[in-house]
């Protein structure tokens, strides 16, 4: 199960539209991106800075169906 706890979003102009934090399967998972990019919107999961300043996932969903309906509820609370 996969539900929208809360929705940030970010007015600046910027391709970053929001933040969410978003429950899966009762984990609540902090820091989820809705991003515009050329194909549209796209969600990103939470990602955390190295000491070598390269960007690394701190979540990763294995599962494809779940990644799929995770950007889809996201989204949807997103487009309200």
């Known amino acids: 199960m996969i539900?929208?706890?809360r929705l940030h979003r970010v007015e600046n102009g910027s391709s970053l539209k929001a933040f969410a934090d978003v429950?899966?399967?009762q984990v609540l998972v902090k820091g989820v991106r809705i991003i515009e990019g050329t194909n549209g919107l796209f969600v990103t999961m939470p990602k955390?800075?190295?000491k070598d300043s390269k960007w690394y996932?701190?979540?990763t969903l294995v599962d494809k169906?779940?990644?799929s309906?995770?950007?889809s509820i996201?989204?949807?609370v997103y487009q309200v």
Request: hydrophobic share 45%; aromatic share 0%.
């Open 74 to 76: 996201v989204l949807e």
């Open 48 to 50: 955390s800075q190295g």
């Open 69 to 71: 309906e995770l950007q």
């Open 3 to 5: 539900e929208v706890a």
């Open 65 to 67: 169906s779940m990644q």
């Open 23 to 25: 429950v899966i399967n």
């Open 57 to 59: 996932p701190t979540v």
